[in-house]
Structure formats: structure tokens, C-alpha cells
């Protein structure tokens, strides 16, 4: 008897992606028919796009029945998408890689080749960062600088979200239930054997980016707080530090006024005083409402994510003893639009 072929699933989270998509498919089809030997399928996740991208999604489905979509019910960000993707993608290796063709699928054969010499997992890493902003890589050197030196888990600073993984991996990030997820820390965190293959950057053939500077600062303050509380140690240490100071020079002024009387004002040093401390403790709270919102969030356990539409159970129907399974209990169907 013929021995199964292994599964790949591609999971690719779009959020109006209706100018790129069609070229996407293209591309990584011709690279995926050079590959023998796997069934490959596709995980779209529709990431409450607002354009013709859900429209797309059902065309492609229709032609090709390896075309799986999900389509949120509003716009959840990249790393709910990638959740839906991992949680619903039952292959033996699953790929994961962005709509915009910036993630090159001709490294795919390199990818599936590393999983199968043993890696775990096998990730893209950019060799460049043409086409963006200085501010933006500085930035972005900035926090994983930061990020690396606060936390346990040691990020690459130039990896990209396009990698494949084995099916323990998958499941294994999939034990990480978190709402609030940053994707590039929980792949780092639950270890595994990584295999890196650079690139050149790509741009954007079409559409254009989804992150502004201000969304991008939010996601690195999640980052560090997902993962650390070296910035709560900060707080406490600055408090100590203070504290002393402040004993040593509370003594020093008693010890002046028992000797000297009560010297003029002390206007400035009142003042400066004030300010300062003013400052570290707004930056204190900061820090602890930081952790507090996090705790609030992950308290309410609300779905990372909403299914409005999904072809997932006509695809189980359509091919028997195929590999894709729905957890329905776990999420919001809306059975008008599911056959
Ligand atoms: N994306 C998404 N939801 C969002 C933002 C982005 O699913 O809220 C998808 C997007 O369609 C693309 C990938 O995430 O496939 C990367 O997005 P983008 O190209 O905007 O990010 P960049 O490459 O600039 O980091
Ligand atoms: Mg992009």
C-alpha cells in the first residue's frame, strides 16, 4: 500500500490584502507543484478585511479545493490570525507567511527540507531591511536590544514571521492560550530546534503596509510585558535607591538645621524635589497599570477571535479522511453562511 503523503499547511492572515492576493496564490502554487511528495493546503484567515479580500478568498476556494478560509467578524490583528490559522491547520508541518508576497515562497523547498533533516521548526530571517524607514529599524533594534537584555526568552532581531513548524511545535504554541499574544516571543519561548535561512528584504508588489508607528510602539510594549517583569524590578530598585538618598539627606538637613537654625527657603531644591519624584512616580504607576491592563485582559478570557465564515466543514465533507478538523465548541459560527 501506498504510504500516506505528509500534510503541509500554509497559513497566511490578510487584512485587506485584494491587490496582492491573486498574485500570492500564483506565486506560491508554482512553487508549491515543484514539490513532490506532500499535500499541501491553504489556511487563509480573513482578517475582517474591508476590501474585495473575503470575495477573493471564496473565489479561490471555489477553484481549488485546498483553499481553506476563515473570515473573522472584525479586524482581531495579525497574531489573532495567526492563532485561528495554527489552531485549525491539523498538517503534519505548518507554514506560516504573510499575503504580500514579502515572505518569498521560493525558500519553501529549503523550509520543508530542514523539518525533514530533524529541525523543528525552520524560519526565515531578513539580511536586509531595504524599503523601510530609518526610524522604523531603529526602532525596532532599539526594542529587541531592550527586549533580549529584560527577558528570558532571546528573540532574533532580524527573524520574520515566515516559518514552518512541526506538528509538536504547533501544538505546543497552541498550549499558550494567552489573548493578548506576540507571536515572535511565544515562538522563542517554547524552544524547539530552529534552523535560520536568510534573505533579501522584499517589498510590497502592491498594497501597501497595515502598521503605523504608534501600532508598532503598543505591539513592543505588549512584547516586553508578555514576557517580563524586569520593568516591575525597576520600579522597586528606583524606589530603594531613592529611599537611601532620601534617608542620607533628610539626616544632612536635620543635622544643618539643629547646628545652623533654619536656613533661607530652599525654594529650588523644593522644587527640583518635587518634579523629580513627580516624575518617577507617574512612571511607576505607568509601568504597574501596564501590568495591570495586561492581567485586566487576560482575566475577561474573551476568544482571541470571531468566525463570521469558514468553507471548513464543507472541505471535511468534501474529501473524506482529510486531515482538517473544526473545533466548533470554541468559537461563534454563523450557520447562514456555512454549508
Ligand atoms: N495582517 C492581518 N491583520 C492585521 C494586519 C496585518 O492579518 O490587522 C496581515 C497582512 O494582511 C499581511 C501580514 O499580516 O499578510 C503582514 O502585514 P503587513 O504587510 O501590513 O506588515 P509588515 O510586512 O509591514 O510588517
Ligand atoms: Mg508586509
Known amino acids: ?202 517589498e510590497r508588489p502592491a498594497g501597501k503596509s497595515k502598521w503605523s508607528f504608534w501600532g508598532l510602539f503598543k505591539y513592543a510594549i505588549d512584547g516586553i510585558t508578555a514576557f517580563s517583569i524586569a520593568p516591575l524590578r525597576l520600579v522597586s530598585t528606583m524606589g530603594c535607591i531613592i529611599s537611601v538618598f532620601a534617608f542620607i539627606y533628610i539626616i544632612i538637613t536635620l543635622i544643618q538645621t539643629l547646628i545652623f537654625g533654619i536656613d533661607v527657603p530652599g525654594y529650588v531644591t523644593t522644587l527640583c524635589a518635587v518634579l523629580f519624584l513627580g516624575g518617577i512616580m507617574e512612571l511607576s504607576i505607568g509601568i504597574l497599570g501596564e501590568y495591570i491592563g495586561h492581567i485586566y485582559m487576560e482575566a475577561k478570557d474573551r476568544p482571541i477571535y470571531l468566525i463570521k465564515e469558514a468553507n471548513l466543514p464543507k472541505r471535511r465533507a468534501a474529501s473524506s479522511g482529510t486531515v482538517y478538523s473544526v473545533q466548533r465548541n470554541e468559537e461563534n459560527y454563523d450557520t447562514n453562511t456555512m454549508e
Not at 95 to 115: E, K, R
Not at 146 to 161: F, G, H, P, W
Open 1 to 202: 500500500m501506498e504510504k500516506p503523503k505528509k500534510t503541509v499547511a500554509v497559513v497566511v492572515p490578510c487584512y485587506n490584502e485584494e491587490d496582492v492576493l491573486h498574485m500570492f496564490y500564483k506565486e506560491t502554487q508554482k512553487i508549491l507543484n515543484t514539490i513532490n511528495g506532500y499535500e499541501f493546503c491553504y489556511l487563509f484567515i480573513d482578517d475582517g478585511s474591508r476590501d474585495k479580500t473575503l470575495l477573493i478568498l471564496r473565489e479561490l476556494a471555489a477553484l481549488d479545493h485546498h483553499v481553506i478560509y476563515l473570515s473573522f467578524s472584525r479586524n482581531f490583528g495579525k497574531e489573532a490570525g495567526i492563532y485561528a490559522g495554527l489552531k485549525h491547520a491539523d498538517a503534519d508541518y505548518v507554514i506560516v507567511m504573510d499575503a504580500d508576497l514579502q515572505h518569498p515562497p521560493t525558500l519553501i523547498p529549503a523550509m520543508i527540507q530542514a523539518v525533514e533533516e530533524g529541525y523543528d521548526c525552520c524560519a526565515a530571517m531578513r539580511l536586509s531591511r531595504t524599503g523601510e524607514s530609518k526610524i522604523r529599524s531603529a526602532f525596532s533594534r532599539t526594542f529587541y536590544k531592550i527586549s533580549n537584555r529584560l527577558t528570558d526568552v532571546k528573540m532574533e532581531q532580524n527573524a520574520v514571521d515566515f516559518r514552518i513548524m512541526s506538528r509538536q511545535m504547533v501544538d505546543s504554541i497552541l498550549e499558550l492560550s494567552e489573548v493578548q499574544r506576540f507571536s515572535k516571543g511565544i515562538f522563542a519561548w517554547v524552544g524547539y530546534h530552529t534552523k535560520w535561512i536568510p534573505y533579501e528584504n522584499v
